[in-house]
């Protein structure tokens, strides 16, 4: 896939180009092109292998490919080569991720954790013994809303469930005012209404933040797919919209070919 993209609604926010990631010889990610438009929701699936949790390591800073670029077009207008940069530089200009396991203060309230997402370069401490502005509420109150635990916000952290333990990390990445979001599995362990509620989280975050979302299971990317990306073997297999990509006769093959056709 080595040509431009065709998609260009919208300015793209990160360009990754000719991007390989090599360990002992193998090709975890191989000459990989890949083009997000600012406020995108993007989901990327691909079978156990394919290379997705190194594509959000290079993206994070966490690896570094062996060559390739990979450049973050700042809103300002700016081009950012994000391959020079430390992981909590890349976290600076706006590029977070959540993980799998939640990283939350189990002891704190909701809505401090929240306050400490808002406020990381003061500390805890600062934090805790910061006194509130109007506006700083404002956006707490608003994350509250959009992650759906207004009614919550006085609870230790610890003592919500395990989808909303994953809504409130997807808020304290909002707090933190981030250009673009990267979440993996975000419906892994969650109930059926869990998951359908995460969807819609994830569906109204669509235009106000950009998204790349790798997930699994196929009905939650039916539901929350927009533009799909489907890797295999380090590179891009195919790009297009849930119905091309699940009718697509290489990616039912490479990526569906270990289950059955009514599955899908
Ligand atoms: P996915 O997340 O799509 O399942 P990964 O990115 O985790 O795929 O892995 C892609 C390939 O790279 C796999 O074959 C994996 O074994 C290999 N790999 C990933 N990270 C490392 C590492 N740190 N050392 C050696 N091999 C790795
Ligand atoms: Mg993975």
């Given at each position: 896939?080595?040509?431009?993209?065709?998609?260009?609604?919208?300015p793209f926010i990160l360009s990754v180009e000719g991007v390989t990631k090599s360990f002992d010889g193998f090709k975890a990610i191989n000459d990989l092109n890949f083009y997000l438009e600012e406020g995108e929701l993007r989901t990327v699936?691909?079978?156990?292998?394919?290379?997705?949790?190194?594509?959000?390591?290079?993206?994070?800073?966490?690896?570094?490919?062996?060559?390739?670029?990979?450049?973050?077009?700042r809103p300002d207008g700016h081009d950012v080569d994000l391959i020079k940069?430390?992981?909590?530089?890349?976290?600076?200009?706006?590029?977070g991720?959540?993980?799998q396991t939640p990283?939350?203060?189990?002891?704190?309230?909701?809505?401090?954790?929240?306050?400490?997402?808002?406020?990381?370069?003061?500390?805890?401490?600062?934090?805790?013994?910061?006194?509130?502005n109007s506006e700083d509420e404002d956006k707490?109150?608003?994350v509250l809303k959009i992650i759906n635990l207004t009614t919550s916000k006085s609870r230790p952290a610890g003592l919500l469930s395990h989808g909303q333990m994953q809504w409130l990390e997807?808020?304290?990445?909002?707090?933190?005012?981030?250009?673009?979001?990267?979440?993996?599995?975000?419906?892994?362990?969650?109930?059926?209404?869990?998951?359908?509620?995460?969807?819609?989280?994830?569906?109204?975050?669509?235009?106000k933040h950009t998204l790349i979302v790798i997930e699994h299971d196929m009905e939650f990317i039916r539901q929350i797919a927009r533009r799909v990306t489907v890797l295999h073997q380090g590179s891009v297999l195919k790009e297009g919209s849930f119905e091309n990509v699940k009718a697509d006769p290489?990616?039912?093959?490479?990526?569906?070919?270990?289950?059955t056709r009514a599955e899908i």
């Amino acid at each position: 896939m080595n040509k431009p993209p065709v998609f260009r609604d919208t300015p793209f926010i990160l360009s990754v180009e000719g991007v390989t990631k090599s360990f002992d010889g193998f090709k975890a990610i191989n000459d990989l092109n890949f083009y997000l438009e600012e406020g995108e929701l993007r989901t990327v699936i691909g079978p156990n292998g394919a290379g997705k949790s190194t594509f959000m390591d290079i993206l994070t800073g966490k690896t570094n490919p062996d060559v390739g670029t990979v450049t973050f077009h700042r809103p300002d207008g700016h081009d950012v080569d994000l391959i020079k940069l430390k992981e909590y530089q890349i976290n600076r200009l706006g590029i977070g991720r959540k993980f799998q396991t939640p990283s939350i203060y189990a002891s704190h309230t909701v809505y401090d954790n929240l306050l400490l997402s808002l406020n990381r370069a003061r500390g805890i401490l600062g934090t805790l013994f910061y006194k509130l502005n109007s506006e700083d509420e404002d956006k707490i109150n608003e994350v509250l809303k959009i992650i759906n635990l207004t009614t919550s916000k006085s609870r230790p952290a610890g003592l919500l469930s395990h989808g909303q333990m994953q809504w409130l990390e997807i808020g304290m990445l909002l707090a933190q005012e981030l250009k673009i979001l990267l979440i993996d599995e975000p419906a892994a362990g969650m109930s059926d209404e869990e998951t359908v509620k995460t969807g819609e989280l994830l569906l109204s975050l669509e235009g106000k933040h950009t998204l790349i979302v790798i997930e699994h299971d196929m009905e939650f990317i039916r539901q929350i797919a927009r533009r799909v990306t489907v890797l295999h073997q380090g590179s891009v297999l195919k790009e297009g919209s849930f119905e091309n990509v699940k009718a697509d006769p290489e990616v039912i093959e490479v990526y569906l070919g270990r289950q059955t056709r009514a599955e899908i």
